[in-house]
């Protein structure tokens, strides 16, 4: 179980690294482009079709690899039904976006023209498709085609983005319209991929399954709102009690911080899956700590790292107009380190079929997180915002720990604490790296 997981997660963790590089260098881009107030924008647009997609999700994803994983349904079966979920979930998520456009928007989003709502509007059928059908490919563990989804998204992103906005120096617009047209193509790539692996779609409708579907997925839906909100919702009360430019900064110190999680999210999409079809609870008992303080320990030495840099990190990317953005982004990286081994140990009690802990642990972290927002934003701008998420993030971290300590049996310092035996896990990892990628191209070189 060990080796195959370390296999896929180095894959998962070289595919993550290149997207972040990507990444990095589209945000750059968009952000020199648009300047401070001008991202802040694009960014509260973007936040719509996340926030619709987050509340039409109703966990069919994750259910997807819950029972594939259990063997209770073939990946063509849930292939059609995520189809059909899809397309009806999509129309219903459309009809509520415009309502939120048209009679609350002034509300919702302050600042942010009509216009950029509604061309962003147009993203959420795809961010369902790709939440809702994705999860086939890694329930079957197609581990490579499930990460060169998001690579290709990367890619083309980067690539339109070079030419459309670097090279014209386009507006928002075109910016929210180069998003689309990567997500679109990423669809295509995924669709056909899927039919492959599935080996065609049955639409046979399966009333046990849907019912099943739902329970599940309910949970999930849950989890996933809780998540969105803890992660999103204070980027509403900057704006609100700020500005869109306020955004603009705030919104880059989250997203460069969250870049340090790529080894937490890459041993989590593979974690879930495996926990999902463990059969030996040993096993199973001393895999996720093994995956947790290992997560902890390099989202440490990464964040240390990130954290003497900071100021060469944002100034040379970002320009000096961003500046405002390295106190919150040092503070966030603290944030950063607990939410790795929430990540982990949330995969794990998720892959139980126990979600629902995730929820309630969560609302506790929310709860936190706004009394402190409310009192902490006015006073303190963002840098109050960046503390709060951080003190919620860590109420989180040690919660989650004492609930999965006392649903595993195993120690917290087994969770937290990396081993000298541990350090064989890396020498994997350098082995892993050097017979799959260094020589292959030493091969290709010859």
Same mark, same amino acid.
């Given at each position: 179980?060990?080796?195959?997981?370390?296999?896929?997660?180095?894959?998962?963790?070289?595919?993550?690294?290149?997207?972040?590089?990507?990444?990095?260098?589209?945000?750059?881009?968009?952000?020199?482009?648009?300047?401070?107030?001008?991202?802040?924008?694009?960014?509260?647009?973007?936040?719509?079709?996340?926030?619709?997609?987050?509340?039409?999700?109703?966990?069919?994803?994750?259910?997807?690899?819950?029972?594939?994983?259990?063997?209770?349904?073939?990946?063509?079966?849930?292939?059609?039904?995520?189809?059909?979920?899809?397309?009806?979930?999509?129309?219903?998520?459309?009809?509520?976006?415009?309502?939120?456009?048209?009679?609350?928007?002034?509300?919702?989003?302050?600042?942010?023209?009509?216009?950029?709502?509604?061309?962003?509007?147009?993203?959420?059928?795809?961010? @369902?498709?790709?939440?809702? +059908?994705?999860? /086939?490919? !890694?329930?079957?563990? $197609? #581990?490579?085609?499930? %990460?060169?989804? *998001? =690579?290709?998204?990367?890619?083309?992103?980067?690539?339109?983005?070079?030419?459309?906005?670097?090279?014209?120096?386009?507006?928002?617009?075109?910016?929210?319209?180069?998003?689309?047209?990567?997500?679109?193509?990423?669809?295509?790539?995924?669709?056909?991929?899927?039919?492959?692996?599935?080996?065609?779609?049955?639409?046979? @409708?399966?009333?046990?399954? +849907?019912?099943? /579907?739902? !329970?599940?997925?309910? $949970? #999930?839906?849950?989890? %996933?709102?809780? *998540? =969105?909100?803890?992660?999103?919702?204070?980027?509403?009360?900057?704006?609100?009690?700020?500005?869109?430019?306020?955004?603009?900064?705030?919104?880059?110190?989250?997203?460069?911080?969250?870049?340090?999680?790529?080894?937490?999210?890459?041993?989590?999409?593979?974690?879930?899956?495996?926990?999902?079809?463990?059969?030996?609870?040993?096993?199973?008992?001393?895999?996720?700590?093994?995956?947790?303080?290992?997560?902890?320990?390099?989202?440490?030495?990464?964040?240390?790292?990130?954290?003497?840099?900071?100021?060469?990190?944002?100034?040379?990317?970002?320009?000096?107009?961003?500046?405002?953005?390295?106190?919150?982004?040092?503070?966030?990286?603290?944030?950063?380190?607990?939410?790795?081994?929430?990540?982990?140990?949330?995969?794990?009690?998720?892959?139980?079929?126990?979600?629902?802990?995730?929820?309630?642990?969560?609302?506790?972290?929310?709860?936190?997180?706004?009394?402190?927002?409310?009192?902490?934003?006015?006073?303190?701008?963002?840098?109050?915002?960046?503390?709060?998420?951080?003190?919620?993030?860590?109420?989180?971290?040690?919660?989650?720990?004492?609930?999965?300590?006392?649903?595993?049996?195993?120690?917290?310092?087994?969770?937290?604490?990396?081993?000298?035996?541990?350090?064989?896990?890396?020498?994997?990892?350098?082995?892993?790296?050097?017979?799959?990628?260094?020589?292959?191209?030493?091969?290709?070189?010859?």
């Amino acid at each position: 179980m060990t080796g195959k997981f370390t296999r896929d997660t180095l894959f998962t963790l070289f595919i993550r690294v290149t997207n972040i590089i990507l990444a990095l260098f589209s945000s750059v881009i968009v952000a020199r482009t648009l300047g401070p107030t001008g991202k802040g924008i694009y960014a509260l647009a973007v936040l719509l079709p996340t926030l619709l997609m987050t509340f039409s999700n109703i966990g069919i994803g994750a259910a997807a690899v819950y029972y594939i994983g259990k063997k209770k349904y073939s990946p063509k079966e849930v292939f059609g039904i995520n189809i059909v979920y899809t397309l009806i979930i999509s129309i219903l998520a459309i009809l509520a976006g415009l309502i939120i456009i048209f009679f609350f928007g002034d509300g919702i989003f302050p600042g942010i023209e009509k216009e950029y709502l509604l061309l962003a509007l147009l993203l959420t059928p795809l961010h @369902i498709f790709i939440n809702f +059908i994705l999860g /086939i490919l !890694l329930a079957i563990q $197609k #581990i490579k085609k499930y %990460n060169l989804i *998001s =690579f290709i998204q990367e890619v083309i992103y980067l690539f339109l983005v070079v030419i459309l906005i670097w090279g014209l120096h386009l507006g928002i617009k075109t910016v929210i319209i180069i998003e689309f047209l990567s997500f679109f193509i990423a669809c295509l790539f995924l669709f056909f991929w899927t039919l492959l692996e599935t080996r065609g779609i049955s639409f046979k @409708i399966d009333k046990m399954h +849907i019912k099943e /579907i739902s !329970l599940y997925g309910i $949970k #999930i839906y849950l989890a %996933n709102v809780v *998540s =969105f909100f803890r992660k999103r919702y204070d980027m509403f009360l900057v704006n609100l009690f700020l500005n869109p430019t306020a955004v603009g900064f705030y919104s880059t110190a989250v997203g460069l911080s969250e870049r340090i999680l790529l080894m937490a999210q890459s041993s989590g999409i593979v974690l879930f899956p495996r926990v999902s079809s463990e059969r030996d609870e040993n096993r199973l008992k001393n895999f996720t700590p093994l995956v947790c303080r290992n997560t902890l320990f390099i989202t440490l030495i990464a964040a240390i790292i990130l954290f003497l840099s900071s100021n060469f990190v944002i100034t040379t990317f970002y320009s000096e107009k961003f500046h405002d953005s390295i106190q919150p982004f040092n503070i966030l990286l603290i944030g950063a380190v607990a939410v790795s081994g929430i990540v982990a140990l949330g995969n794990d009690i998720t892959g139980r079929g126990k979600p629902i802990i995730n929820v309630y642990i969560g609302i506790v972290s929310i709860i936190v997180n706004i009394i402190l927002d409310i009192l902490l934003i006015p006073r303190f701008n963002i840098i109050g915002a960046s503390w709060a998420s951080v003190v919620s993030d860590i109420v989180l971290f040690i919660i989650v720990v004492i609930i999965y300590s006392k649903i595993s049996g195993n120690k917290i310092k087994d969770i937290i604490f990396i081993k000298k035996s541990d350090f064989r896990f890396y020498k994997n990892f350098i082995t892993l790296f050097k017979n799959k990628y260094l020589n292959y191209s030493n091969n290709q070189a010859k």
